[in-house]
């Protein structure tokens, strides 16, 4: 008998964007139970042999998988399946699989699942969100040759269209079937952004939240559901209302994000007294948004490399980022892509000695920080890039740089590179420019000796805000004094513009605060060399820019600068939003 449905609102955090509405269903978790069972000598080659079937079964599984991945999410999103398939036929591990059913005379499917225990209890406790991922992988694979050992053939269940699935997590495999049977997002109760599964889901464009608080056995299937994968809430069983404004907001975003692209007319957008807003893109795992983009030339303003890394578990060969970064300026011929180094610290890495743990990793060893003292691994990625450039549509970004001397070794190692490819007549872009991340505080302060040395910038405001407010990004106990509306933080990004601008070096945003219709005015006034942002809020924020005559964001500036608190700086920015459009906007500042 289906529970009485209640309204219940849950807040959790978006991890791949969209609004949905549709009806629940609760997939709950279990341990695969496995039976121990003896087995006499004449039948342990029969256990061997299923074994072997078993991984045989999976294998052709996951190469089916992967083909699917490369048709609709391009290249770099089959790494995930791949890694797979090296775990599911990792000859050390089944050889001793294999040795220890002979000795202990025990059925496969229980020795099997009794070393996959083994070898993920260690990963799963590990501080590192890289190195619980690999135990999520590895049970991703278990679980399908243990179903095949067990003569369960794994079928996933029917789902009815328009479903939202909330259960503890979902493997990358999963959200690709699941997508097959039309489902339109998802809940969890564990993961994050850079999980697969959030992966995998962003090249979808099927919305995801993550609910860490999440009790599954307190919810029911077949409710009607709001999937708010933007501001991160879930609303069960939602009032009139709630339907109501939720349609509102989708209809006002439009038709699928690629659609919405293809049907912009006027890229970069312009203001209504016609200044250009120069507009780009953020990212991550190529896909088919990158597809559109390209065709309707819309630069890259961050290309984060490290997805390679996060791809694989490790750092990719020359000729592996090579073939990536030489595809991507292919493609984005018609415009630019910067491409920013590894950005990867200890909360991002798997296990290696040369990472050692740390406390807070966010004043730790990142960024530019490592690649500076794994130089081969540096210059491997610079010359890379460089092959690539040729097109000379690319441009490097070095990021969290803080100290004039990090730049300038950095610089050297670039020319070192360049040296060798010369001397080797590799064609290259000889004058390829050279940009810095804008993330700490202290960059901004040595502004005049360190600006003039580079050739453009890119406030990160992710970080920038975090460094300078002490509030990390990451810590909910803080969540309430992050905020890129600080005043503090709003005086520092007008700091950078103003010393970029007093040397003649072009300035992007491209930090989450680069899409914000909140900040669009702020940025605007500011005059902002590029707004690069996730592809996602690009067609909002060029509807917007329409609507802003930027003669008078002028003094909305002077007005968010003077403000002494972030709800003040809010609530003149909110009341400059509601006046867009109308004859109000150049009153709507002093409200």
């Known amino acids: ?56 079964e999976t294998v052709n599984e996951l190469n089916d998988l992967r083909d699917s991945a490369i048709k609709k999410m391009g290249g770099p999103a089959t790494k995930i399946f791949e890694a797979q398939l090296m775990i599911a036929q990792d000859t050390e591990f089944l050889g001793q699989v294999k040795k220890d059913i002979r000795s202990e005379k025990l059925n496969a499917a229980f020795v099997y699942n009794e070393h996959i225990k083994k070898a993920t209890a260690p990963l799963k406790s590990s501080a590192d969100t890289y190195i619980r991922q690999m135990a999520l992988d590895i049970e991703a694979v278990a679980g399908r040759i243990i179903s095949h050992l067990s003569g369960k053939t794994r079928k996933d269940p029917v789902i009815p269209p328009n479903t939202v699935l909330i259960g ?58 709001i999937l708010d994968a933007i501001d991160g809430k879930i609303i069960f069983a939602p009032t009139a209302e709630e339907i109501s404004d939720y349609q509102q907001r989708r209809k ?24 250009e ?32 890394y996060l791809a694989k578990g490790t750092f990719p060969d020359e000729e592996t980022q090579f073939e990536h970064y030489e595809q991507v300026a292919r493609k984005f011929a018609g415009s630019s892509v910067v491409i920013r180094t590894f950005d990867l610290g200890y909360d991002k890495m798997s ?55 990090e730049f300038d070794q950095a610089k050297r190692l670039i020319a070192q590179v360049k040296f060798e490819l010369k001397k080797k007549k590799v064609q290259y872009d000889e004058n390829i420019p050279i940009g810095i991340m804008v993330e700490v505080p202290s960059t901004v302060l040595i502004a005049d000796s360190l600006f003039p040395k580079v050739d453009f910038l890119s406030i990160g405001t992710n970080d ?50 680069a899409g914000d219709i909140l900040a669009l005015p702020f940025f605007i006034g500011l005059k902002i060399d590029l707004l690069s942002m996730s592809p996602n809020r690009i067609v909002d924020l060029c509807r917007t820019v329409k609507k802003i005559d930027s003669s008078l964001v002028q003094p909305l500036v002077h007005s968010i600068l003077a403000s ?17 459009g109308s004859r109000r906007q150049k009153e709507s500042h002093f409200e």
């Open 168 to 225: 503890k997590s979902f493997t990358p495999g999963e959200v690709l079937s699941y997508r097959r049977q039309k489902v339109i997002g998802f809940v969890v109760a564990e993961g994050g952004p850079d999980s697969h599964m959030g992966l995998i889901a962003r090249a979808l464009y099927l919305p995801v939240v993550i609910a860490k608080d999440l009790k599954l056995s307190k919810l029911v299937s077949g409710q009607q559901i």
């Open 464 to 513: 920038l805000t975090q460094y300078i407010l002490a509030a990390d990004r990451k810590n909910s106990k803080v969540a309430g004094l992050y905020n890129s509306f600080h005043p503090a933080v709003l005086q520092m990004i007008k700091m950078t513009v103003d010393k970029a601008k007093n040397c003649g070096k072009p300035v992007a945003v491209c930090g989450e605060m």
């Open 277 to 308: 807003i120069p507009v780009g893109g953020n990212m991550t795992l190529p896909g088919p948004a990158e597809e559109i983009m390209a065709e309707k030339n819309i630069p890259i303003g961050l290309y984060r490399s490290e997805f390679l």
């Open 351 to 405: 296990a290696d000695d040369a990472w050692p743990h740390e406390e807070n990793p966010a004043l730790g060893w990142r960024g530019i920080r490592p690649m500076l003292e794994m130089k081969s691994l540096f210059k491997d990625q610079i010359r890379a890039i460089l092959r690539a450039s040729s097109r000379k549509n690319l441009k490097i970004l070095l990021p969290m740089i803080s100290d004039i001397s």
């Open 564 to 580: 002494s608190s972030t709800s003040s700086v809010i609530k003149r920015l909110e009341s400059f939003k509601n006046a867009i």
């Open 252 to 275: 006002r975003m439009g038709p699928a994000l690629i659609t919405r692209i293809k049907h912009l007319k006027e890229i970069p957008p312009k203001t209504r007294d016609g200044v």
């Open 1 to 56: 008998m289906k529970a009485v449905d209640k309204h219940k609102v849950i807040k959790g955090r978006p991890i791949a964007a969209g609004i949905v509405l549709g009806n629940s269903r609760v997939v709950l978790p279990g341990e695969t139970q496995v039976v121990e069972i003896a087995v006499p000598d004449s039948a342990l080659s029969g256990e061997i042999n299923a074994l072997e079937l078993a991984v045989k």
